[in-house]
């Protein structure tokens, strides 16, 4: 039997709410399978920085170190500024551990309405890879003469040829893999000339490798334009820390909520464990109401499951959640719905054991079979 450590970090916010059917969802994926979780949970977040004065404390990383993947649920609180919740947490989990690809996917599913006029399902399907350790956010820089009417704040982004390369070619890399080929390099090197330049650089450098790949270089302010004019162009796009974090939240609107949208933090050497989150935050307005969206949490462990090399069970929750919006089953408010978070986990869950054994055929349930399990767990 494969033992599996995760540590769970359900965080702020829906975080908790979201978490908590995720780990229903991999349980009942693993359930036919050789490999079981054990999972760890951690009391890390603006809860622990009310009563410590820190969101974590001094050794979390070290306690974080030995678990093969962490899950996080959300980060932030309207009562601490963003900069301490990110910089507190998630950003050094990022660093230490050096989780440098930063994957979220957006795909307009059957069944899930895009606020883009005429898009079919399947139509948007594209993955960005987002730098995740330098850049933008590497926090350099300073302040002086606080509280002076002559204060100064600078903020320096850190390039370097290795960050730039590695991320540039892993998203070759998949690239190479999907059936378009295509990839697209996002920056702003007409007004940022000489880390922009740089990566442009290093793109136009890893191309030549792959001479099968369609590539294309756009300014960060023609690439927004361009994802919502035509965002079934993109296939694999890659982007610095700043430009992947805007791009990504758009995607996921383009393709109809951002309680879709999962995440990768990955490590691709593996020397270090992997996070995986929903992108949505948070989300401080619906707290504790039961109406968060949770497949964006769950999507992110089918990602997890895909990491640690556990295909099949990943593979039944990708096609539980497909089955789920296609045959018109519970759906938050997010996507049109009145369902709870908890009804859609569990009919997440009805979905994944009705599938089982899983097979790459036709499903082995009939849609109206689907339908009335999904009523059942409503």
Known sequence: MRQIEIAVLAGDGIGPEVIREAVKAVETALSQSDARVRWTYFPWGTDYYFQHGRMAPADYLDQLARFDAILLGAVGHPRVQDHITLNGLLL????????????????????????????????????????????????????????FPEEIAVQSAVFTRRGCERIIRAAFEMAQD?????????????????????????????????????????????????????????????????????????????VGSMGLAASGNIDPTRQHPSMFEPVHGSAPDIVGK????????????????????????????????????????????????????????????????????????EPVVPQEEIRAIAAETA
């Open 92 to 147: 050094p989990i990022r660093r230490r551990f050096d989780q440098y690809v930063c994957l979220r996917p957006s795909y307009l599913y059957e069944g899930v309405r895009s606020p883009l006029r005429d898009k079919a399902p399947g139509s948007i399907d594209l993955v960005v890879f987002r730098e995740n350790t330098e850049g933008e956010y590497v926090n350099a820089g300073g302040r002086i003469y606080q509280t």
């Open 290 to 361: 039961g109406i968060a969206n949770p497949l964006a949490a769950i999507l992110s462990c089918a990602m997890m499951l895909e990491h640690l090399k556990l295909t099949t069970a990943a593979a039944a929750i990708h096609r539980a959640v497909a089955d789920l919006l296609r045959t018109g089953g519970p759906r938050t408010p997010d996507l049109g719905g009145t369902a709870t978070t908890e009804a859609v986990g569990k009919a997440i869950v009805g979905l994944i054991k009705a599938n089982n054994p899983i097979t790459v055929q």
């Open 178 to 254: 999907r059936p378009r080929k295509k990839m697209a390099s996002i920056t702003k090197s007409n007004a940022q000339g000489y880390g922009m330049v740089l990566w442009d650089e290093c793109f136009s450098r890893i191309a030549k490798e792959f001479p099968a790949i369609q590539t294309e270089s756009l300014l960060i302010d023609r690439a927004v334009m361009e994802f919502v004019r035509r965002p079934e162009s993109f296939d694999v796009v890659v982007a610095s820390n700043l430009f992947g974090d805007i791009l990504t939240d758009l995607g996921a609107i383009v």
